[in-house]
């Protein structure tokens, strides 16, 4: 399931982030990748742990852990802290898919990564190329996305970046592991809470919203890791 996530970052925040980002130092992308994605990826990121990488990682998490549609979609146990990557030039990322255990840096924290973000910062007006293109049960999706948005696909989905042909394509990227492993039950619990949601707004205090929100629980309660 892909969601798209508007308006993650204001304008403001957007336009705080790219000054933080690019004063920031930038190195060859292959450091944060595993053995077969390093041979397809060809880009430049801030080194994990950089100040600036912290101030504007901390700025997405607060932002996402007020987003009511990000808490809906990917019920999230832990957040992976925000990497920032840039494409120029040519530069592209080739099919792969995302290591399935992460270490958080710093930390003796793991994360099994269940959910995959790309948050945009460059506006799609600014480059040509760099779609990231995400292959799932229907087929490929191309996804572009206004700055401050995001994208929250499965990490077990290969995707790739095309190349950016003109301009400069910039955004963060990272993991999540979700109180929900399986993306089937995520999704369901999704489609259940939106429903939920609608049938409230359309017809307020109908006694069925008591009933499913009893249903949504329970599935979550059975279903739900919390280690």
């Known amino acids: 399931m892909l969601i798209s996530i508007p308006d993650v970052l204001t304008p403001q925040q ?35 742990g950089h100040p600036a990488a912290r101030q504007v990682g901390e700025m997405i998490v607060n932002a996402l852990s007020k987003n009511p549609l990000f808490i809906t979609a990917a019920l999230p146990l832990r957040i992976f802290p925000p990497l920032f990557n840039r494409y120029t030039g040519g530069q592209s990322f080739g099919t792969h898919v995302d290591n399935a255990i992460r270490q958080v840096p710093g930390t003796g924290h793991r994360i099994r990564t269940d959910l995959s973000a790309t948050l945009f910062f460059a506006g799609p007006e600014e480059y040509d190329g760099g779609e990231l293109c995400v292959e799932d049960t229907y087929g490929v999706k191309k996804v572009k996305l206004p700055p401050g948005h995001m994208i929250l696909y499965p990490a077990t989905s290969l995707h790739h970046v095309t190349p950016v042909t003109r301009g400069a394509r910039l955004c963060s990227f990272f993991w999540l592991q979700s109180m929900i492993r399986d993306d089937t039950q995520r999704s369901l619990l999704f489609d259940l809470d939106m429903a939920i949601q609608r049938l409230n707004a359309d017809v307020p205090n109908h006694p069925s919203t008591v009933s499913l929100t009893g249903v949504y629980h329970n599935l979550l309660r059975q279903w739900a890791e919390m280690g």
């Open 14 to 48: 957007v336009a705080e982030a790219r000054q933080i980002l690019e004063s920031a130092e930038w190195v060859d992308g292959k450091v944060t990748a595993g053995y077969q994605s390093a041979r397809a990826k060809d880009n430049r990121q801030i080194p994990e």
